[in-house]
């Protein structure tokens, strides 16, 4: 056990914490992972404490919150969070947890203040969390420096957000810097939500990634996504055509020539980043294949760029365009139920009604996004049956799948103060 976090012998989790060491520990590689992963409670609360509380997870946009007194809000399992810009167009994070008693100060979404105030006693605090004001009930004696707002562990790169409930959060600053390199043509500071989606799926966080690791099922399943995505990730993957290939080929020298960055880097299995075109003759993911927003962002002229896909384990997958951009988020509600937002993102000066449509820029993701839900929901009714046993991956169609269920039992192992068997990062 991890000497920094001992389990108190009154821990209700700790019989949970031996008996998930022991399933990850024998487990069999390349198969799904046993049924107590997908709907045990106890597990799943290990999942909160051990991952979604110590690993950095993709919170929003740093367009979202342009402004000093900007703010946004999230919950991370029982832990309410606030995201605020301060002075100098600093960025900062805090629990969402007056210091009083304990309530929530933020209760909206999102939305722009001058002061933090609780709603409830209506003790202030300054946007960098220092307390400011407390009333005269407290006391003449009342020191308020001993009461700002607790810190939350905050980064930003290539204008994504990042948040982590750790004290000493995993590494991340060379992949922020890498985000930055490859999104600077985008100029991210520069850029609004043009519309976003929430839905909840009635299955486990686990198995809405591991649905969008692979495209195995996109024929059967997702006739829209399919109209412009290109089912391979990168010349690597196993299956690429020598068509692909040469496709690839001819638009990296374009991407070159537009000073465009396209080449794959991975950090470890947590993040990936790849360029890759999309089907020949389209330029955006749109049912037609034709630009949803006709307003490029930042500095680019073409439309053309492929799609720059952008992986954040645990809980984000991206897809950046020439003329806009898909970011999801991943946010576990339940053992069983998953919440799903996904934002479309255009150059700040693009006009609705003018530039673009949000009927036409959503409705492939909208349409994919409902069929991964119905997916997901099925595989976890079917996990919650007697029947079910860990079932193989295909090597070839799910080395995604594979390399998310490795990270997840490394980091899972590792939190709970276990050496994790060394494993080789797969390809593609």
Known sequence: MDPKSPARLDDPLAPARETTVEMLVNRQRNVSLPQPFYNNARLFALDMQEIFEKEWLFAGM?????????????????????????????????????????????????????????????????????????????GENFDLTAYGLKPVQVKTGGGFIFISLSEEPPAVDDFLATLNHYLEPYDMENTKVAVESTIVEQANWKLVIENNRECYHCNGAHPELLNSLQEFDDTDDPRATPAY?????????????????????????????????????????????????????????????????????????????????????????????????????????????????????????????????????????????????PGPYSETYEFGVIDFIDWYGERLLENLGHTAPHLNVVQG
């Open 62 to 138: 740093t367009c979202e919150i342009p402004a000093k007194g900007n703010y946004m809000t999230l919950d991370v399992g029982d832990n309410p969070v606030i995201i605020v810009r301060g002075d100098n167009g600093r960025i900062h994070a805090f629990h969402n947890v007056c210091r009083h008693r304990g309530s929530r100060l933020c209760v909206s979404d999102k939305g722009k203040v001058a002061k933090l105030v609780c709603p409830y006693h209506q003790w202030t605090y300054e946007l960098d969390g220092r307390l400011l004001f407390a009333g005269s009930d407290m």
């Open 245 to 389: 290939k040469a496709l690839v080929a001819k638009k990296q020298a374009d991407w070159d020539e537009q000073q465009v960055p396209w080449q794959l880097k991975r950090f470890g299995r947590r993040n990936r980043l790849t360029r890759t075109p999309l089907l020949d003759g389209t330029v955006s993911m749109t049912l037609d294949g034709k630009p949803a927003c006709q307003k490029l962002m930042g500095r680019i002229e073409s439309p053309d760029l492929g799609s720059l896909r952008i992986l954040h384990l645990p809980n984000s997958w991206n897809h950046f365009l020439g003329d806009h951009a898909i970011v999801f988020r991943v946010l576990p509600l339940g053992p069983q139920q998953t919440l799903v937002t996904t934002k479309w993102l255009v150059h700040k000066d693009a006009v609705e009604g003018i530039d673009y449509q949000t009927e036409t820029m959503r409705r492939v993701w909208d349409a994919t996004n409902d069929q991964d839900r119905r997916l997901a929901e099925e595989n976890q009714r079917g996990i919650n049956s007697k029947a079910y046993e």
